[in-house]
């Protein structure tokens, strides 16, 4: 388990832990939360923090003010251009880019579920963040864009998420046009998975998501994820072969022997040691148990007890 308290990160993020949940603050609500490269760090260092704390159970992305993200740090890039001067070179641009897309990538990768708060501005890299959540919730009024190409620059770092996140088509459209939208048009284009009317319906919504979240296993959880990130690089037999050794452990694993599964084993090894003569004469019996087994499995999952 980490220890979050020894970890000393920029005040432009504020960290809040209730349980197995995270909530990391974007905390520079004077600019909008604009992504500076402070920022950029210490997202990256919690995250590497947290990587392998499998108590924590998701990492809730949102910001002060009521506004996510308004994109990159302007003030920053005056920095740079002082620096890059200096150099003579244009690699202090290269390295403080390239640095906030492994921050994305980080964020995308990691292990934990990722639910992103959507408020107020949602522009360039913070709309690059909230592409690479596993759940997207806005307000409905909350306003996304790609404005970079209106201010002569490229969405260099976020294009290839935005694109996994809601297709070429779309992406090229919103990228090239530099277009705002707001909460209801990012759930059409699946930027989105819900939308809320109010911060009351927001906090709800969030908090029916955060115990759906704490109801399924966490290994399970973590080991999905990584899968489904995968069907994107591997071909598929070789995918195929690994998700099957995953599920073999996963049944033989401390977390089936937890949930409601030990029922429907009892079901699947009925007869493996028995006779011939045993399972015909069995069979009745077997058949019985299973539509009783069935019935049980079904009456819990209806009541919200099952947990896979």
Request: net charge neutral; aromatic share 4%.
């Amino acid at each position: 388990m980490s220890n979050l308290d020894t970890l000393q990160v920029d005040d432009s993020i504020q960290l809040e832990r209730q349980g197995g949940i995270l909530t990391l603050w974007l905390n520079r609500p004077e600019s909008r939360n604009a992504m500076s490269l402070n920022m950029v760090n210490a997202i990256q260092q919690i995250f590497a923090h947290i990587a392998e704390d499998t108590s924590i159970r998701a990492v809730i992305l949102r910001g002060k003010g009521g506004h996510f993200c308004a994109g990159g740090d302007i003030k920053d890039m005056a920095g740079l251009r002082v620096e890059a001067a200096n150099a003579g070179s244009l690699q202090p641009y290269i390295d403080f880019n390239r640095r906030f897309g492994a921050m994305i990538e980080q964020v995308d990768q990691a292990p934990q579920t990722v639910v992103a708060i959507l408020e107020g501005a949602v522009l360039g890299g913070g709309f690059g963040l909230a592409c690479v959540s596993d759940v997207a919730i806005s307000r409905d009024n909350a306003q996304f864009g790609l404005p970079e190409t209106g201010l002569g620059v490229l969405p260099a770092q976020i294009a290839p998420f935005v694109v996994k996140r809601i297709g070429l088509t779309q992406a090229r459209r919103l990228a090239l046009l530099g277009l705002r939208f707001n909460g209801e048009t990012a759930l059409k284009i699946s930027v989105v998975h819900e939308v809320a009317s109010d911060e009351a319906a927001l906090e709800q919504k969030l908090a029916e998501t955060i115990q759906q979240i704490k109801r399924a296993a966490p290994l399970a959880s973590r080991t999905t994820k990584a899968l489904l990130h995968r069907t994107l690089n591997e071909p598929l037999d070789t995918l195929l072969d690994a998700a099957a050794q995953q599920f073999a452990q996963a049944v033989g694993g401390a977390e089936v022997r937890k949930a409601r599964w030990p029922l429907f084993k009892n079901v699947c090894q009925l007869g493996q040691w028995m006779s011939s003569d045993q399972q015909s004469t069995a069979l009745p019996l077997r058949k019985s148990n299973q539509q009783s087994t069935a019935l049980q499995l079904r009456k819990s999952d209806q009541q919200g007890e099952m947990m896979l």
